[in-house]
């Protein structure tokens, strides 16, 4: 799209990996796809890709939901990851790697990087504190509204044990550095403000680990004191490197992380401060490089309500691919989701968009054109035709997707296909047939090539349906893309 890379660059890819005591909702599945769009985008720039994602096992919830279901605590774990490797499919993403957390390969990484991490950034205490089970974090008294985690709406438990401690207050000018001159890059620039004021505030150190019981004997064990377990995101966000073979310093690792062009971690709102704060801070401390980029997306609600099982409003990604299929769901997800603010969908608002959007939208412009082209007999015509792109709009698209606004260049890509549905209409092709040849041939010639330029900038969001029309395109045989609802 536009002028494409001749030097190829590695991208890292990744995920928040998700906690798998419940099955995946469409607030998992967004994030899921934006990153494959991304993904996508990159390999057609010619780039060497490595896109990850996974789950995150070791987490207290996780056990809690097991015992809640009086089911083992592996078995839970096993039937609940299987769901979230499931979405590759159903969401067909295109992803190289699903870290499970449980895997040898992690639990070993895991213990080199606490160990690579400065002696004297870590040390053990007696504590207590709030703690919130749905962050999996302690809290303070300004972190509460109403006494309740405002994330989960909880009121915290008062826990009280020896921990292992990081000195985070050793990393505050450093962090700070960082983050304002944008060597890590926050994005949207909002959030890089909250981290910014987040650090100015002042950095307090923060557990590393649980007691055994506490942990419930679950995760990875800290290396040579077998009474305490890693806090589950020290060993959550290792992920990022021990996916990539950091406990053997693989290829993999060599190329995507010390010598990666860039490392984008895609994660939600909710755990901003964990991936730009302490894990840029642990990195610092065991001398790793750090990603690139941290982008922070919003969140989905249901009808103007967060999504919540208490209220019964959940949506699930195999509901919607039922209903609309792997590329409509994308779609629906992707443009329902802005880049600065929570978006809302409901069923009625995706069935309207659908509609509208889909089938009414670039299903008809595909459909009627080439219908039009068949039945007017102009098949070699078109076919002779030098084919041309639409630049001016390709690098509008190109650009909102560097920028991570997929609902903007979704809405430009829709800008472009509702122009040229009125094209059709002001030039009426049907009435030409009769009395102007030289200009029928102008103007279905005029909308194919458009639609050709279409496929690459459709693919990184749909890919089903880009190979669909250009399969149609190439032969000139039309089939409905998408039907009404």
Known sequence: MGVQNNIMKSVLITTAIDYVNARPHVGHAVEKVQADVLARYYRSQNDEVF??????????????AAKKEGKEVKQFIDENTAKFEALKDQLNLSYDKFIRTTSEEHFEGCKKFWQAMKAEDIYKKNYDGLYCVGCEEFKTTKDLISGKCPEHQMVPEKIEEENYFFKLSNYQDQLLEIIESNKVKIVPDFRRNEVISFIKGGLEDFSISRSVERACNWGVPVPGDDKQIMYVWVDALANYITALGYDKESENYQKFWVNGDRKLHIIGKGIMRFHAVYWLAMLLS?????????????????DGQKMSKTLGNVIYPEDLVKKYGADGTRYLLLSALPYTS??????????????????????????????????YGLKSEIRN?????????QIQITKLIENRKFELALKEIWQGIKEQNQYIDQNKPWELAKSDNTKLVEVLASVYQYLSSLVLPIS?????????MKKQLELLEPKPLFPRI
Do not use: C
Not at 288 to 296: A, G, K, N, T
Not at 460 to 468: K, R
């Open 385 to 393: 035709l030098k084919s041309e792109t639409n630049l001016k709009s």
């Open 51 to 64: 896109f990850l994602t996974g789950a995150d096992e070791n987490s207290i919830k996780n056990v809690l």
């Open 460 to 468: 990184y969001f749909m890919p089903a349906t880009a190979e669909s």
């Open 342 to 375: 929570d978006g809302d969908i409901s069923w009625q608002k995706m069935d309207m968009k659908f509609n509208a959007d889909l089938a009414n939208g670039l299903g008809n412009l595909t459909n009627r054109t080439l219908m039009m082209i068949k039945k």
């Open 286 to 302: 065991a001398n790793l490089p750090l990603p690139s980029e941290i982008y922070i997306h919003e969140y989905l609600t249901i």
